[in-house]
């Protein structure tokens, strides 16, 4: 098989998007072919078979024209789209990896792909949970509700923790995290089946949530769950909600700034008039980027794997099956549909 030259199955970038982005933006092309073995002085690189791929609200950002990118750059139009996944190695000329390895990282949307970038491509060593978690909570999603909860906003015990998008890839980690540790924890989210925990993979999220819909004054019910004040917030959505949460931070609150989930598809974005508040209360609001704080991995895996095998957090995935039903799971997340950490399993594990 590893000689071999097959037909690649990929999820190809239509055009730049405006707006919310639709199933159409995105087609499924069965074209294009891939060798199975190496070209002869391809040191570093490997050739992945993919399991899983990860729909990260992320993104979107990539599919609009960036014009002088800081972190991520455009997706090409008529290219497949990439993202985080979880894949096995068929061919490798990369001394830190062979052949039958399990790894997440970087990778395409299509079956198989050709990885010339390794820095950022984690072996997998613990197989007694689910590889698809490697998507979620051991991977991407993971390190970032742990490298914005613990180092950017350093929590203590008793502290008042609000959490947008609470029930999120990230959100719904950070909330645990926080309630763990013996924080308040208050939650958000959009649908009532989320926040109800009527839906029973909901049942395993331990702590408060509201639905915004239902909220016509956010402050007001900030002011509700928060009477004392907030003393974190961890930022998944941005825009109005971030506005209302400057009003309600404690004098020396920390704003963890992660997504803007709320404005990825305005242009232009919706303005914050609150931050005078800032100046007042000495609020720090810092945002980061997870891939600075991927040193921290091993670390995360002591913390977090014993609390997976305990039964002490849980997380809540949506498994879409098949690579044909990517662009519609992906699209999902932007309205809101998912239930959980949104996967696509592209292949069988063994």
Request: charged share 20%; hydrophobic share 40%.
């Amino acid at each position: 098989m590893a000689g071999e030259e097959i037909r690649n199955t990929q999820v190809i970038f239509r055009d730049y998007v405006s707006g919310f982005p639709k199933e159409s933006d995105m087609y499924i092309s069965t074209s294009a072919t891939i060798k199975l073995k190496l070209p002869e002085g391809s040191t570093g690189s490997l050739v992945l078979k993919n399991l899983y791929l990860a729909c990260d609200p992320y993104l979107r950002i990539r599919m609009q024209r960036i014009e002088n990118p800081i972190v991520f750059t455009s997706f090409t139009p008529g290219s497949a789209l990439n993202g985080y996944g979880v894949g096995k190695v068929v061919e490798s000329g990369h001394p830190d990896f062979k052949q039958g390895d399990l790894v997440w990282g970087t990778t395409g949307f299509e079956e198989y792909s050709l990885i010339t970038e390794t820095a950022q491509l984690f072996k997998i060593h613990h197989t007694d949970v689910p590889l698809s978690y490697y998507t979620g909570i051991l991977g991407m999603p993971g390190m970032t509700a742990y490298a914005g909860f613990y180092e950017v906003c350093s929590p203590k015990k008793g502290e008042y923790v609000f959490v947008s998008a609470a029930f999120s890839a990230v959100g719904q980690l950070v909330g645990q995290f926080a309630k763990l540790m013996g924080c308040y924890v208050v939650g958000s989210a959009g649908s009532k089946e989320k926040v109800s925990h009527n839906h029973p993979q909901y049942a395993c999220i331990i702590f408060k949530c509201f639905q915004l819909q239902e909220e016509q004054d956010w402050d007001a019910a900030l002011r509700r769950y928060f009477p004392e004040g907030i003393d974190i917030y961890f930022d998944n959505v941005g825009g109005k909600m971030l506005d209302a949460v400057l009003l309600n931070m404690r004098f020396h609150g920390r704003v963890s700034v992660c997504g803007m989930i709320s404005q990825y598809n305005r242009d232009p974005p919706e303005g914050i008039t609150n931050m005078i508040n800032v100046i007042f209360k000495r609020i720090r609001v810092e945002g980061f980027a997870t891939f600075d704080y991927y040193h921290l991995y091993p670390n995360f895996l002591e913390f977090v794997l014993p609390l997976v095998r305990e039964g002490k957090i849980a997380y809540v995935e949506d498994i879409a099956q098949g690579l044909e039903s990517a662009p519609a799971a992906l699209v999902g997340v932007y309205s809101g549909r998912n239930v959980g950490k949104q996967v696509v399993a592209v292949a069988p594990e063994s």
